[in-house]
């Protein structure tokens, strides 16, 4: 029978930490920055005063003002929905266009290296293997002349 201090395991069992939500809350609070943006947005078109914007075409004023108080709440519900569309569609195109202008600009520039520092490098090594090739014969008739010969048995010396 064993001791009741064998049959312990040395290292009591932990179960693996579960995730932190990390993703959810950050999730969540662009959301409620968005929504505050909205919020903040739409109360600053009502007090807004006019703009001094003028539309101009071929010489004829069309518009010498926009009062953006004075639009409709479907307009100006309109207009958040436009520029937060937009604030979206820009996050998005910078987190995606962004790492994979990187990656683009860094293999274009990895190969230039490869061409530029590589192949010249390796011209130089061929040159040098043949310069130093009859060196390098020299060298291993050398080397193999001070090894000398294995000692084998040969198979009239076994019997």
Request: net charge positive.
């Amino acid at each position: 029978m064993n001791p009741p201090s064998m049959s312990r395991a040395l290292v009591p069992y932990q179960p693996p930490r579960a995730r932190r939500p990390w993703g959810r809350w950050l999730l969540v609070l662009t959301l409620l920055g968005l929504v505050a943006g909205a919020i903040a947005l739409y109360v600053a078109l009502d007090l807004a005063p006019a703009l001094p914007f003028h539309v101009i075409v071929d010489g004829d004023e069309i518009s010498s003002g926009i009062d953006l108080a004075a639009l409709s709440p479907a307009n100006k519900l309109a207009i958040v929905g436009a520029v937060l569309l937009a604030l979206v569609i820009a996050t998005l195109v910078v987190t995606v266009v962004l790492p994979v202008t990187l990656l683009v600009v860094a293999v274009v520039l990895l190969l230039v290296l490869v061409a530029v520092l590589g192949a010249p490098l390796l011209a130089v090594a061929a040159v040098l293997a043949v310069l130093a090739s009859p060196l390098l014969l020299i060298g291993g008739l050398f080397w193999l002349a001070l090894r000398g010969a294995r000692r084998t048995p040969s198979a009239t010396m076994r019997g």
